[in-house]
């Protein structure tokens, strides 16, 4: 079992910055890919950005490249996404989860086994 915990977000102008974090604990959090996903109002969850369980690989959505930064400390047991120069269609819950290392990284919900709560990002205009 792996629990996580997402913290950092917020209420936010458009252009503005946030920093999400997410707390893991439990199994051995670096043997574990792990994702950012984000869901809007009346829309289906969808990938944002991932990084391999090493750290060494990352992966993001078109709609956030070079906009957002994802990274690990796993000594830490800890994952970041750095959110910068935010939009209003970013407004979201968003939730990191985990997946087996030893698969191909996912850019969709359904392989990763362990999920935050997610926490409410909102980007005004």
């Known amino acids: 079992q792996v629990q996580l915990v997402e913290s950092g977000g917020g209420l936010v102008q458009a252009g503005g910055s946030l920093r999400l974090s997410c707390e893991a604990s439990?199994?051995?959090?670096?043997?574990?890919?792990m994702g950012w996903f984000r869901q809007g109002p009346g829309r289906e969850r969808e990938f944002v950005a991932a990084?391999?369980?090493?750290?060494?690989?990352?992966y993001y959505a078109n709609s956030v490249k070079g906009r957002f930064t994802i990274s690990r400390d796993n000594a830490k047991n800890t994952l970041s996404l750095q959110m910068n120069s935010l939009k209003p269609e970013d407004t979201a819950v968003y939730y990191c989860a985990a997946e087996n290392g030893m698969k191909v990284v996912a850019y969709n919900p359904d392989p990763y086994d362990y999920w935050g709560q997610g926490t409410q990002v909102t980007v005004s205009s």
């Open positions: 439990g199994r051995t959090f670096s043997s574990y890919h």
């Open positions: 990084i391999t369980a090493s750290g060494f690989s990352t």
